[in-house]
């Protein structure tokens, strides 16, 4: 969504998608000046055994902005991602994130899975996609 849309987040959805309730309070218990970090909403994700991106719904009817994408895309400050990481890429994760691209993009679920299985941290992955020129796609909140 363009700048213009925050604050319209909800207009994703059909007009019949409702809140549920018990994600919509566990979402606003975590919530900060309208806004909710990436793990916090993969914790409400987890913690009620929803998917992601039922989350991630719940976040647009709330109206509120995900923050600290943990892969370092967004949130992390006026016009600043996280993806400043000036290690060398893990071969192991460049490997895997080749092998996982489709014509330049990988997935934020496959990123996660990368990181698990490689023992890197997300935004170290998130990183490699920017230094090998991948698009990270399908954000598993639905940020996206």
């Known amino acids: 969504m363009t700048h213009e849309d925050r604050g319209h987040y909800a207009r994703k959805h059909p007009p019949e998608t409702t809140l549920d309730p018990v994600v919509g309070d566990a979402l606003r218990s975590r919530l900060r000046n309208g806004r909710i970090a990436c793990a916090a909403a993969h914790a409400v994700a ?3 055994g929803k998917a992601p991106a039922d989350v991630g719904v719940a976040i647009d ?3 509120a902005r995900i923050e600290k994408c943990q892969l370092g895309l967004f949130g992390h400050g006026p016009g600043k991602t996280a993806l400043d990481d000036d290690r060398p890429t893990d071969p192991a994760v460049a490997s895997a994130l080749s092998a996982a691209a489709e014509n330049g ?5 496959r990123c996660w899975r990368i990181a698990a299985e490689t023992d890197v941290p997300r935004r170290r992955v998130g990183a490699a996609c920017e230094k090998l020129g991948l698009k990270i ?6 940020a996206f």
Request: hydrophobic content about 40%.
């Open 46 to 48: 987890a913690e009620l």
């Open 61 to 63: 009817l709330l109206e």
């Open 137 to 142: 796609k399908k954000c598993q909140l639905g």
């Open 105 to 109: 993009r990988v997935t934020c679920a």
